[in-house]
């Protein structure tokens, strides 16, 4: 794992799936340590600061990660989602809003947070009922 980190720290860059950083990602996001999950889905956050965002692994590690219990890993997930609402509100709009009867509250709280007030209204008002 600490060579890993060591690389995401490094590179700065997108994680990609031609690349073995992402490969091993892959296998972390259903790893049975806690820890190493949550590192899976955080590593996505540089290619989505840096406007490069690697999409179908955010909705994979999403899908994967979304009836989590650990809310380390609820809050992780909703950070990237938030992050990238910041770029793309409109695919976390749509990301968010077939899941919304099953996505956690504290991750839907940080994925609308930089959405269009009125999209952010209406995924939270469907999630509360």
Known sequence: MGRVLAELRAQGDPVRAENDLGRVLDEWVNDPYMWI???AVLA????????NPDLRRVDRFGDALIGEREFFI???LGWVLRELSKKDPGWVTRW???????ISGVTIREAV???PEEDAGRLLAVQRR
């Open 44 to 51: 996505l956050l540089a290619g989505v600061r840096a406007g």
């Open 96 to 102: 968010v809003e077939p899941r919304v009867e099953v």
């Open 74 to 76: 609820r809050k992780a």
């Open 37 to 39: 999950r949550r590192t």
């Open 113 to 115: 947070r930089w959405l």
